[in-house]
T-cell receptor
Framework: DAKTTQPNSMESNEEEPVHLPCNHS???????IHWYRQLPSQGPEYVIH???SNVNNRMASLAIAEDRKSSTLILHRATLRDAAVYYC?????????????FGKGTKLTVNP | EAGVTQFPSHSVIEKGQTVTLRCDPI?????LYWYRRVMGKEIKFLLH????????ESGMPNNRFLAERTGGTYSTLKVQPAELEDSGVYFC???????????????FGEGSRLTVL
């Protein structure tokens, strides 16, 4: 079972920032927080990941709470192409299974 | 670089028939994964290859499913005999070996849609 909790859906306007929350209260010390997204009719796509510190890349930013029990994916300026289902996933690569456990994710709608 | 490619993109078969799905990972990616999404459910892990060896096959639903990766390159997933509940989208993903400065990200293909009538 997925070890994360996300809202089922969120809505945003184009050009505005979007903050997608994720709760993972049972996170262990070796779990990385990964975010993937799935655009319609495509396979999942990696967005970003982090362990303890906030992370930035060309796609998004990841803000991780100090206690690591929650995190937020930040899209700085949403575009119509960002409409997708976003998955927050804990991944333990320290001797555990490397598989990704997908939950239901958050369906992001971006309004023009 | 070329992405993960899957074939066929869509297959329609009758219950009891056999279907073989193929996945070509990104060149140099030792890790290869199979996932699937059946109607109305989340994406579920099926199995993980490291080169030609099965690292984790805990997600394989039953013995009607057989995955192979001879030579550690492309992989096939055979369903024999197919049942109605096997309908869904089968995704393949690959990733680089650990280390080498990589992020560990999985690169997914666009999926093979299977419809069993």
């Amino acid at each position: 079972d997925a070890k994360t909790t996300q809202p089922n859906s969120m809505e945003s306007n184009e050009e505005e920032p979007v903050h997608l929350p994720c709760n993972h209260s049972t996170i262990s010390g070796t779990d990385y927080i990964h975010w993937y997204r799935q655009l319609p009719s495509q396979g999942p796509e990696y967005v970003i990941h982090g362990l303890t510190s906030n992370v930035n890349n060309r796609m998004a930013s990841l803000a991780i709470a100090e206690d690591r029990k929650s995190s937020t994916l930040i899209l700085h300026r949403a575009t119509l192409r960002d409409a997708a289902v976003y998955y927050c996933i804990l991944r333990d690569t320290q001797g555990g299974s490397e598989k990704l456990v997908f939950g239901k994710g958050t369906k992001l709608t971006v309004n023009p | 670089e070329a992405g993960v490619t899957q074939f066929p993109s869509h297959s329609v078969i009758e219950k009891g028939q056999t279907v073989t799905l193929r996945c070509d990972p990104i060149s140099g990616h030792d890790n290869l994964y199979w996932y699937r999404r059946v109607m109305g459910k989340e994406i579920k892990f099926l199995l993980h290859f490291v080169k030609e060896s099965k690292q984790d096959e805990s997600g394989m639903p039953n013995n009607r499913f057989l995955a192979e990766r001879t030579g550690g390159t492309y992989s096939t997933l055979k369903v024999q005999p197919a049942e109605l509940e096997d309908s869904g989208v089968y995704f393949c993903a690959s990733s680089r070996p650990p280390g080498q400065g990589n992020t560990g990200e999985l690169f997914f293909g666009e999926g093979s849609r299977l419809t069993v009538l």
